[in-house]
Structures are given as C-alpha cells and as structure tokens.
C-alpha cells in the first residue's frame, strides 16, 4: 500500500526550510520505516514484507534493497513483544551505521569530523 500526499505552498517566505519527501517504497507490506539518512542520501531502516516478516533495507539510487533479517537462529522475528528489542539485519554483510549527535567541540568531542579527540570504539568480530 502507497500513499502520496500533494501541498500546494503558494509562497515560501525568505529563509524558510523546505524538505523534500521520497516515496521510499515497500517489500510488499503495509509499513515502510527510515531509521537513518546519510549525506549521500542513502535510507536505512525496515519494512513490513508481503509474508509478513520484518526485513532490513537501503533505499539508494531512488531503489530499495532488501537487506534480509538476522541470520542463524535469530533471523526470524522472535514474537511481536520483543521485536521492539530485535535488529533485523542481512544474512550476509552488514554495514554499521552511528547516529551522533554532538554539537560541541570542547574535548572529547567527535568535532571536527576526522580530527576530535573522541573516537569511535574499534569493531570486533565474535563468533
């Protein structure tokens, strides 16, 4: 199910913010949810599919792939009162997404990008 909604705005005072909005699509369920959006414009997030389940994706290149769920013994969806704490995610690779907001710069700060003095703790693979 898709829904589109058309505004008319017959001025925009000076200064106002204007947003654009994308119909991201779906997998054939009825919710589409964007989690993340990065300066690409890449859209991370999960959809409701047409079986039902839950499924990661990146919408990209004005397409959505789907990203799977978890693999092994946690890919399907472990009851509805405890998807609120399940990461549905891919069977293959993953790539880690970090929402920071940090608008200081005194130390530890993120600022400026690339050369704070606060960095991210280093990835480790467990198996």
Known sequence: VTAAVVCW???VPA???????????????LSTYALGI????????YVDTASGGIHAFLYSGGAMA????????NRDSP???????????????????????WPKTET??????GEGT?????????N
């Open 9 to 11: 705005l017959a001025a």
């Open 79 to 101: 009851g509805k009162d405890k998807e609120s704490n399940w990461l549905p995610a891919p069977d293959g690779p993953i790539y880690l997404v970090m929402r920071l907001y």
């Open 38 to 45: 990065n300066a690409t414009g890449q859209v991370v997030g």
């Open 66 to 73: 789907d990203l799977g769920t978890l693999g092994g013994p």
């Open 118 to 126: 606060w960095q991210p703790p280093a990835i480790v693979a467990v």
């Open 108 to 113: 530890p700060s993120i600022l400026p990008p």
């Open 15 to 29: 200064g106002a913010v204007e947003y654009t909005v994308t119909d991201l699509g779906s997998l054939g369920g």
